[in-house]
């Protein structure tokens, strides 16, 4: 849950990276996701992944 700066449009679809208006604070998990893609795609994409991978086993607390 690091943070980075992004591009709000990304510089490889014209977006400025030193315009202030064009960038925002975001996590870096977040912004690997977003890559150059809009944030409308990202937040999309966000919601119809699992929220756990699919090597994660989940446990309760009691379980150790």
Same mark, same amino acid.
């Given at each position: 849950?690091?943070?980075? =700066?992004?591009?709000?449009?990304?510089?490889?679809?014209?977006? !400025?990276?030193?315009?202030?208006?064009?960038?925002?604070?975001?996590?870096?998990?977040?912004? @690997?996701?977003? !890559?150059? #893609?809009?944030? /409308?795609?990202?937040? @999309?994409?966000? #919601?119809?992944?699992?929220?756990?991978?699919?090597? /994660? =086993?989940?446990? #309760?607390?009691?379980?150790?």
């Amino acid at each position: 849950m690091s943070a980075e =700066v992004d591009e709000i449009i990304p510089v490889s679809r014209g977006g !400025s990276a030193t315009d202030l208006r064009n960038l925002e604070k975001v996590h870096r998990c977040c912004n @690997q996701l977003k !890559s150059d #893609k809009s944030l /409308a795609w990202a937040r @999309q994409k966000a #919601k119809g992944a699992p929220a756990l991978k699919p090597t /994660a =086993v989940p446990f #309760k607390s009691s379980d150790w």
